[in-house]
T-cell receptor
Framework: KNQVEQSPQSLIILEGKNCTLQ??????????LRWYKQDTGRGPVSLTI?????NTKSNGRYTATLDADTKQSSLHITASQLSDSASYIC????????????FGKGTRLSVIA | KAGVTQTPRYLIKTRGQQVTLSCSPI?????VSWYQQTPGQGLQFLFE???????NKGNFPGRFSGRQFSNSRSEMNVSTLELGDSALYLC???????????FGSGTRLTVV
């Protein structure tokens, strides 16, 4: 069964600190993995997209890693800011046009001053 | 370039009523998919349309339906609303199926 598991469910960190969010998936055949940031009451916004051959991709203070062998991804946030408070959702696409996206339930990050 | 536009942003309906939500994709995008998001379940796939044809459907009852027009705009309809249908409904568009999804800001539906 295609699944995406994210951990932790929620996380509270101090402003300026770094954090790492985890995503494990069992989607097959794998096409790509995305991390989205979703502010409360808004739609998800794409942060990174990674294909099978990529193992690191950065977008400003966000760095995603992918290990296709262990089917794990992480999202590292450096020097966190209050505006990073949001839900971070890991989404995996199967390499099949008729298979919908598989979503994790997200990690709720709160950055406090 | 305009993003994905969903209307209305907020909606309050009573049980038993029906509702229609609208989604205008990014210009040139032909795939539109719909999702329901609730605090307990996260994002759940409803259906996807490509070139006016439904290509995929999630595990939702038949009360949830949709369609796509020739200009790629899409509508989602929910009939006989239940309290449990209260959720954020998100639409995403993509140039082709399976790639490059951009989400709208969603429609917050409250059923009372």
């Amino acid at each position: 069964k295609n699944q995406v598991e994210q951990s932790p469910q929620s996380l509270i960190i101090l402003e300026g600190k770094n954090c790492t969010l985890q995503c494990n998936y069992t989607v097959s055949p794998f096409s790509n993995l995305r991390w989205y940031k979703q502010d409360t009451g808004r739609g998800p916004v794409s942060l990174t997209i990674m294909t099978f051959s990529e193992n690191t991709k950065s977008n400003g203070r966000y760095t995603a890693t992918l290990d296709a062998d262990t089917k794990q991804s992480s999202l590292h946030i450096t020097a966190s800011q209050l505006s990073d408070s949001a839900s971070y959702i890991c989404v995996v696409s199967a390499n099949s046009g008729n298979t919908p996206l598989v979503f994790g339930k997200g990690t709720r990050l709160s950055v406090i001053a | 370039k305009a993003g994905v536009t969903q209307t209305p942003r907020y909606l309050i309906k009573t049980r038993g009523q029906q509702v229609t939500l609208s989604c205008s994709p990014i210009s040139g995008h032909r795939s539109v998919s719909w999702y329901q998001q609730t605090p307990g379940q996260g994002l759940q796939f409803l259906f996807e349309y490509f070139s006016e044809t439904q290509r995929n459907k999630g595990n939702f009852p038949g009360r949830f339906s949709g369609r796509q027009f020739s200009n790629s705009r899409s509508e989602m309809n929910v009939s006989t609303l239940e309290l449990g249908d209260s959720a954020l409904y998100l639409c995403a568009s993509s140039p082709i199926q399976g790639h490059g999804y951009t989400f709208g800001s969603g429609t917050r539906l409250t059923v009372v």
